[in-house]
């Protein structure tokens, strides 16, 4: 398991950012080069049940709250998939990375935020990510600076 690192300085405070971040009219647009039409449906409480899906919600992950302070970090650690609609958290396939990380953390400096994503994956998903993560913040970047 590697950890791929991604960052974007953006000109608007904590709040603003985290709003696009998980409000879900914006969330489905930077996620988009994830998962077109993609929602993430969570409970918000360390512990419980988050899950990423996309827009048939057919497939996707499920995931919990690892630690959340808002509007400075929210990590999740991810447990199983959901394919076909069909939730696994046991397989031998699952198993080989649950537990993965996925962290969200924005600093504030001079009136501008850092955004950091760090994910844990395994070096086959990392073009996905790259392709993803880079251009998703750009959105959020381009969303957090219009509103």
């Known amino acids: 398991m590697k950890t791929f690192k991604y960052q974007t300085e953006i000109n608007a405070s904590a709040e603003k950012v985290w709003d696009v971040l998980w409000n879900e009219s ?66 031998d396939k699952v198993k080989a990375w649950n537990g993965s990380l996925e962290a969200y953390y924005l600093d504030v400096n001079d009136g501008k935020t850092t955004l950091r994503v760090e994910v844990d994956s395994d070096e086959s998903m990392k073009e996905m990510f790259d392709n993803g993560f880079t251009k998703g913040l750009e959105i959020i970047k381009e969303l957090s600076e219009k509103k």
């Open 26 to 91: 914006t969330y489905s647009q930077w996620t988009h080069h994830f998962s077109p039409g993609s929602v993430m449906e969570t409970d918000w409480e360390v512990g419980g049940k988050t899950r990423f899906l996309d827009a048939g919600r057919q497939h996707g992950m499920i995931s919990t709250i690892e630690r959340i302070e808002e509007p400075k970090y929210l990590i999740f650690k991810h447990l199983g998939e959901v394919a076909n609609g069909v939730e696994d958290v046991d397989s």
